[in-house]
């Protein structure tokens, strides 16, 4: 299992199900090749990456990836101002959200895995992501429950209160 892990509550709820769902998944059939993957996936620094790296710690991850995006966005952007396409802020913003997508379709490819997303209720109403990008997926566990579901959720599992209650 693949996941991006940004150091918010969807990503850290998803994260923390997907390694419990290895776990349980290794018990029962003894195949110790399941594996949740944790990926980083900046662009260039993240100001909280303390708060992400925290996350993948209490999640467990069997094994961390990190991607840092800059270079392929800034590529994309490039080629397409040399074409004469101005690319807004908005733009470049889907275009980051793209490029973490193939980094982790990029390793699911590579370890046989597929890719978690983290979309919730909310999102899902409202559209709110990027198509093609943090939209895309293969499973989306959070897909029906919305903010305050998924902070009960976390609250349970004795995730630490600071993760959960951060502002995004």
Do not use: C
Request: proline share 2%.
């Amino acid at each position: 299992l693949v996941l991006g892990i940004s150091g918010g509550q969807d990503s850290l709820l998803a994260g923390k199900l997907a390694q419990l769902a290895v776990m349980q998944l290794r018990a029962e059939t003894g195949d110790k090749t399941y594996q949740f993957i944790a990926m980083r996936l900046p662009y260039s620094q993240q100001s909280d990456e303390s708060d992400a790296m925290a996350a993948i710690a209490w999640q467990g991850a069997d094994q961390t990836v990190t991607v840092n995006i800059k270079d392929s966005v800034e590529g994309v952007v490039m080629q397409l101002e040399a074409n004469g396409i101005a690319v807004t802020d908005f733009n470049k913003g889907n275009i980051k959200a793209r490029e973490r997508m193939i980094a982790q379709y990029g390793v699911a490819a590579a370890k046989q895995g597929v890719v978690i997303g983290t979309d919730h209720a909310a999102e899902a109403l409202a559209g709110f992501y990027t198509k093609f990008g943090d939209g895309a997926a293969d499973v989306t566990p959070l897909y029906r429950l919305n903010k305050r579901q998924g902070r009960q959720l976390l609250a349970y599992l004795d995730a630490p209160k600071n993760s959960y209650e951060k502002v995004p």
